[in-house]
């Protein structure tokens, strides 16, 4: 098992609340990742980020947000959660030249 | 722009027979390519990888996949298939050491007994 870890599991919330969900890895990887999944299966990036203090966002556009403030910390916030965002969420970390390490993901869903 | 493509949404194999699972794909400069399975409920595990060097690459729980850089293809195999192995399949390339992964859509694998 990989040493990255996503909490929470599970999230069922209601519409208009503000969710952190948190994603850390022990690995000192310098790369970090969001990725949103679909239901049926596609994997979109939503940010990423290179370094302490560098976040970017990715392909899909989201209306979360990211921070880097330690290299093993990557939360991903949704200030107002809507029923669109109800999906599952996975994390991930390599370094440049390796396979990335995934997390086991938090689904969310907001009712 | 670069993708990655799996033509088959499902594949359906009976135990014991050999499987494949297709991905070509179009990026710019040396590919980095790698194949992930996700079973329910869980995150992406790393099955194998090509960086450079031998073109058949040998991966986790007898997989394979081989590197054909003229049909810019990498074909994930195993000779012989168990039901276990019934999961989603993720090709995945990248541009070179410092680019982003990118992901095909996945394959859903049925190995059925």
């Known amino acids: 098992e990989a040493d990255i870890y996503q909490t929470p599991r599970y999230l069922v919330i209601g519409t208009g609340k503000k969710i952190t969900l948190e994603c850390s890895q022990t690995?000192?990887?310098?790369?970090m990742y969001w990725y949103q999944q679909d239901p049926g299966m596609e994997l979109h990036l939503i940010h990423y980020s290179y370094g302490v203090n560098s976040t970017e966002k990715g392909d899909l556009s989201s209306e979360s947000t990211v921070s880097r403030i330690r290299t093993e910390h990557f939360p991903l916030t949704l200030e107002s959660a809507r029923p669109s965002h109800t999906s599952q969420y996975l994390c991930?970390?390599?370094?440049?030249?390796?396979?990335?390490?995934f997390g086991q993901g938090t689904r969310l869903t907001v009712v | 722009a670069q993708s990655v493509a799996q033509p088959e949404d499902q594949v359906n194999v009976a135990e014991g027979n050999p499987l494949t699972v297709k991905c070509t794909y179009s990026?710019?400069?040396?590919?980095?390519l790698f194949w992930y399975v996700q079973y329910p409920n869980r995150g992406l595990q790393f099955l194998l990888k090509?960086?450079?060097?031998?073109?058949l690459v040998k991966g986790s729980y007898g997989f394979e996949a081989e590197f054909n850089k003229s049909q810019t293809s990498f074909h994930l195999k195993k000779p012989s298939a168990l039901v276990s192995d019934s999961a989603l399949y993720f090709c995945?390339?990248?541009?070179?050491?410092?680019?982003?992964?990118?992901f095909g859509k996945g394959t859903k694998l049925s190995v059925k007994p």
């Open positions: 991930a970390s390599r370094r440049h030249y390796t396979e990335a390490f």
């Open positions: 690995m000192g990887h310098d790369k």
């Open positions: 990026v710019s400069g040396n590919p980095y």
């Open positions: 995945a390339a990248q541009e070179g050491s410092q680019g982003n992964l990118i």
């Open positions: 090509y960086i450079t060097g031998d073109n």
